[in-house]
Nanobody, 113 residues
Framework: QLKLVESGGGLVQPGGSLRLSCAASGFTLSSYDMSWYRQLPGKEREREFF?????????FYVNSVLGRFTFSRDDHKNTVYLQMNSLRPEDTAVYYC?????WGQGTQVTVSS
């Protein structure tokens, strides 16, 4: 069974950092691209794409997170990490990872003082 399990969300002050994890089971993560999305408050029907880490390790970020967010992957743990720095209130959202047409369950990130 293909599964993605996310963790690491929480409450952080503006300017702070969080690291999200997305652990895969049932498939080898390094063989596939992984995309990340977030669902902003009040937009329950929309998940906006903000970045991707390719099977070859290349990364892409949209402008709003470029320079603040960084993907990495631990192939031994079959896990992708999202390091988020310099967080802003507008980063508040539920964050999702997606690979092989499978979604993680989402993890809430709240940036507030």
């Amino acid at each position: 069974q293909l599964k993605l399990v996310e963790s690491g969300g929480g409450l952080v002050q503006p300017g702070g950092s969080l690291r999200l994890s997305c652990a895969a089971s049932g498939f080898t993560l390094s063989s596939y691209d992984m995309s990340w999305y977030r669902q902003l408050p009040g937009k329950e029907r929309e998940r906006e794409f903000f970045g991707r880490i390719g099977s070859d390790g290349t990364t892409f970020y949209v402008n709003s997170v470029l320079g603040r967010f960084t993907f990495s992957r631990d192939d031994h743990k079959n896990t992708v990490y999202l390091q988020m720095n310099s967080l802003r209130p507008e980063d508040t959202a539920v964050y999702y990872c997606r690979a092989l047409a499978t979604w993680g369950q989402g993890t809430q990130v709240t940036v507030s003082s």
